[in-house]
Each structure stands twice: as C-alpha cells, then as structure tokens.
C-alpha cells in the first residue's frame, strides 16, 4: 500500500526494464528472468528512492555515468543473494577433507611444494571460507602425524605445522558481504552447525557471539572479485564456487567454468552447489563422486 503524502511510484516499462536487465548482466553476470523480475524490480525501486531518481530510464543514466560508479555497487549488492552457513552440505566437504586434500598433500610433497591454495569465489559473509580452513587445518594437523617432516617446530606451535602453509581466499562481489566475513564475528543462530569441537579450537567467545581465532583468520584473506571479469585469482588447487553459478544464464556459467579451468592448478578441483552442476557445460572437468559428494577436477590435455 503507498504511503499517504508518498510520490507515486514510477512505472518500470518493458524497454526500461530490459536496459536495467542487460547492464546487471553485463556487469556481474546475474540473470533475472521472469520468475526473477519482481525481485530486481522492487530493488530498483528502493535504490531508485534512495538516489530520488524521477524515472527509472533516469536512474539508468545515472547508473551508467562516471557520478553513478558507487550506486551502481550497491545496486549489485542488493540484487545479490548472500545466504550462508558454516559446514554447508558436508558430503561435498567430507569429500575436500578427505579425499582431495589428502590427494593434494601427497603430490604436493612428492613435488616438495609445501602449500596449498583454496578460494571460496562468491564468499558471502566467511562461513564457508573459515569451514574450509578449519576443515583444512584438521586434514593437514592428521596428514603429518603419518608423514612428519623432520623440521623443529617453533613453540607456540603454529596452527599449520612447518613448512607447510594454507591459503585461503575468499572473494565477493559485495563489498558489506566481505566486510563482515573479515570481522568474523557470529551470532549463536549462525553458530548453529558449529559443533563444539570446532567451537572450542576455532572460535573465542565475545559476549553472546563468537569470533573467529586470530590464527585462523590469518589463513582466510577477503577481497573483491566480480567473477564477470577476465583478471580473477591464478593458481589455486582447489575452488569452491558454491551457489553462485545458479544465478547465472547458460552462457556466462561457461564462460565462468571456462575461467576457473584457467584459475586452477593442474589436476585441480571444483566444487559446485549441491543444487548446480558441471554436465553439460563443459567437457575438461570430470566428475568425482563419493558418498554423495561431488567434485569436478581439472582434465589436463597434452599438447
Ligand atoms: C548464495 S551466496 C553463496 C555463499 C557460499 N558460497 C555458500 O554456498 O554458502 C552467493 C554469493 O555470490 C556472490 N556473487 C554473486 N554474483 C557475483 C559475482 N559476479 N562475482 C562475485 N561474487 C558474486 C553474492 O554476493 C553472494 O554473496
């Protein structure tokens, strides 16, 4: 119901409406189509108010003018979906746990290469990046007491034993999303699949919140990365993109897979949403799949 005294609100037009849609495509990939357009519509609208824009042809202009660069940013953030929680679909992470990492591990020493890189793209709020180094910690900690390395380890003892290192990146397209991921701090509600061993070891308890160890938050670094553009994060053993790509049309999902083949090491892997999947979409990945979880890796063609 409108506000009395309220301005009307402008009519979107179908010519309007597609404008606003191709240029949200164009910058972040995100597709809306019919089942999707209200929600678009009535974020635009509030953003629309915000900027006290007269018609949303004239909130376009200012979206696409040099002034417009920051509201356009927050358009996106608000047009993104950012639900998250800690241990999301533990197949999937039972299956990076122990069998990837410990794949990876193993080549790595082989190799004498003592690091490891993993990257949540589309990292919301940090609870999947921290699961992941959590997760990693542990598998690494269980790794090297059945291959030790003969290094004397510093006290106090460090949470990844020497030399090995673990890096986790955690990318977003929204800048508040990230924010949060690097304060690291959860409400018991958001805490609710924490078990308390991980709790006890990982998290501080701050009033009625807990906050993430500084050790582990020392693993997990937070950056922007919009995953429609060319220049995203090399080198990676593995990649988490989980509940990202659905938002996606056909198109710019390729694109996307086509890009993460390049990101990643190789004989690297990928994890998709429990919900997405790689078939269909491209033919250099092939699907590993245990006890309900699924991964793609890396196919290496030779020359
Ligand atoms: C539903 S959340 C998924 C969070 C986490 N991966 C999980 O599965 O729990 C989707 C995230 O993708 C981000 N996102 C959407 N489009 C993006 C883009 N073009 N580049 C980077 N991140 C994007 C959103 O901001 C949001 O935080």
Redesign the pocket.
Known sequence: MATPGAAPAPILTEAELRLLQALVYHE???HFDERRTHFLQDRLLRRLRECRADSFYAYYRLLVSPEGKQELCKLL?NL??????FF?HKAQLDLFQKHVLEELLKHKQARREYWVRVW?????TG??PYTLGMLAVDALAYYYLRNPLPMEAPLPKPLIPLPWRVEILA????YS?LRTGQEGIYSESQMASVDYSFRLRYFDKVGDRYAVKKALKEMVHFDF????TEYLPQRNDVI?????MM?FDEAEQKRLIEKFYRCLNPGGYLFV?HAESLLSLTEKFHMVHRDSGTAYQRIEVRE
Do not use: P, W
Request: hydrophobic content about 25%; overall charge negative; aromatic content about 6%.
């Open positions: 972040c990939g995100m953030e993104t979906v950012n639900e998250t929680s999301r949540s793209a589309g990292c919301s609870q999947e990318s977003d397209i929204s999303v990365h919009n995953l429609k988490f993109c989980r509940n990202v938002y949403g």
